[in-house]
């Protein structure tokens, strides 16, 4: 105890009777309360007289106080503290001398910006204090202070309405603005409902159920439902809520957030409905293509029928002209039956060149695995037997195996070899080369057919694969213009496509892609 007197001189005894020494003997109080160990003790401790009077402090008191030893000494206590605090320890002194009680309360110290806890203990015949500085727990009481007021301000000014109710009892607890004017509901009014008193009659015993079952709020998690919710007029309105769990004022909560969707729902319904009628007409628009392309094929088919009787007597007329009537026909008379006979095989050509392409779609098969380079010798034999005084040197790969419908793949290849086989028709060297080489995607093939015939414009290239289009006259290269046409067609049914490159003069080269033609080849 001397230790701890001598923080206020060793003369202070005997200057003021009762601060720990009387008679030259020590006061029992401080060793009743064990004081000699928190000499050192990281809390400030002062005993004060049942008067109030500061009998003993220990250093950390003296630092956490700003006085030194001999300022402390016969003060009473709340003149030792800052003036602005001096009530406080007034009415917490008075507490504890009430109701025999401790009390507590924490105090900012401005001078060095920090707070302080000061808790006063009775013990008679005074007081103790203890002095404890909370700085780092104050500052972050604040923060969670500001924090939880600022979350507040965001609830309250957030446009979309929102509440808060408390989940085991369903009582709304907090409600924003513009809930309020959402469900026109009084504030004060507000917060003495139930959260099932904003759903329609049942369904938000439905709507806690969920969430009870778990399909609801989860942990940290928000939940999304559509809903009805209904107003104080009796309005019920489509919303869709987001839900999940928050702690509000330090209790467990669900919070919930609504957006009004009931224009966005009509107006899908709107949307759906225009894109039924859509497909409902798209459907109608697409059977009477159907049917009119089958009334096309019909008719061109019955056409062809009715033709090719009088073609074949017009030619057939025309070759006993040719042949019996010879000598008894003049230059000019020999020159119009050979007219007459080119002009009946061109129209028989144009008729089985039109049947080919409206029939196509009935003509698809099965794909197929199977080899060109015989179809394509078939093809080549026929071609020289209708021009044998012709000499045109062909190339094949050893190989054109592909996987494809057959039956239109031969019509594709006759039309490419045979506009090939017309457009060298003035080249007294001609050849034609058939191929194969990969695409630009796996699984792809390309058929290539190349010649050096007469080749084409190129600013005209984007009509060579359009029915009855012709880059070049009649009297130079005869034709009808449909056998690219077939080829383009061709090549859509294989979900491909065509196109052509030409050298000008040197040739021209034509490439039918199809894209799965080399799965199983």
Known sequence: MSRFLNLFGVKLADKMPGLG???????????????GPLEQSGDGMVLLDERGRITEANPRALELLHC???????????????EDITEQHQSATGQALTFAARHAFVAHDKFEDKWVRYAFTRQPPGYVVSLRDVSSTQRLLDVLEDSERYNQLIFEANPNPMWIFDD???????????AVEFYGIARKKFLTLGMDALFPEGEGAGWLSSLASGKGVGEGLLALRLCKQQKADGQQVLVELACGP???NGQQ?????????????????????????????????QSELEKTRRDVAAFTRAVSHDLQGPLHAVNGFAKVLAKNYSTALDASGLHYVSRIQASTRQMAKLVDDLRTLVQLPELSGNPEKF?????CRALVDDLRKRAPDRSVAIEMDASLLLVGDKGLLTTALACLLENAWKFTSKKAEAWIKVGLMPGATPGELVLLVSDNGAGF??????????????????A??????????????????HGGNVWAETTGQAGASFYLALPHAAQAA
């Open 371 to 375: 080899d060109l380079v015989p179809i």
């Open 476 to 493: 130079e290269f005869p034709g009808n213009g449909l056998g690219l046409a077939i080829v383009k067609r061709v090549a859509a049914r």
């Open 457 to 474: 414009d190129t600013a005209y290239s984007s009509k060579l694969f359009t029915p009855f289009q012709r880059l070049h006259s009649s």
């Open 68 to 82: 030194a030893q001999p300022a402390l000494a016969g003060l009473d206590f709340w003149e030792a503290v800052p």
């Open 21 to 35: 020494v009387q008679n030259g003997s020590r006061s029992s109080a401080p060793a009743e309360l064990g004081w």
């Open 168 to 178: 085991s009892s369903t009582r709304i607890l907090a409600v924003n603005q513009a």
């Open 253 to 285: 909560a669900v919070f919930v957030s609504l957006a009004d969707v009931s224009q966005r729902h009509l107006a899908d319904g709107a949307l759906r409905r225009a894109n039924a009628e859509l497909e409902q007409e798209l459907a109608g628009c």
């Open 246 to 248: 928050v702690s509000w």
